[in-house]
């Protein structure tokens, strides 16, 4: 007997909701820009990642979700900066998991969403690299805003909070079928 998780309603809810709302363009692009901001601050911790993107300089990604796009072009700096919407991307990498739910279990169990990958293989190759290599250190950050035990402590209890998450949104993998 297949049993109907209990967050189903929470699917209905995001599928309504994304198909009857739309946030204005400028909006979305303000939140690309804070994206974009976020990201660059996290590449600037990582030498090696702002090289390899210097080198694709002017190359555009465009990620795509369900009718979320977001237009990435590189630097010569090794950056991110919001592409032009008319520019043609170089790279496209369309997530092809629909649920919201679906994808927030995946990428708490530590897996990569399935990605339909289109456009340059090196390109592609680079910005993999990135996701396997390139991560943000939180605690170091806060560490210069509030002190390192402080600092240390609030990460210490978001990644025990993010853990029994995990473990409560995750099926075990025997459930599985």
Known sequence: MATQSPFSFLEDVFQKVSTTFQPPAWAVEEVQRRIV???????????EAMARLARQQGRVVLFHWREFEFKLQLTPAGLLDLAAPDRASDLTLSVTELSPLALAQATLAGDKPAVRIEGDVQLAAEVNWLADHVRWDIEEDLARLIGDAPAH????????????????????RGARE
């Open 153 to 172: 402590g609030l990460a210490q209890a978001a990644r025990n909070a993010l853990g029994t998450l995990r473990r409560w949104l995750t099926p075990a």
């Open 37 to 47: 901001l976020l990201l660059n601050h996290v590449l600037m911790q990582e030498p």
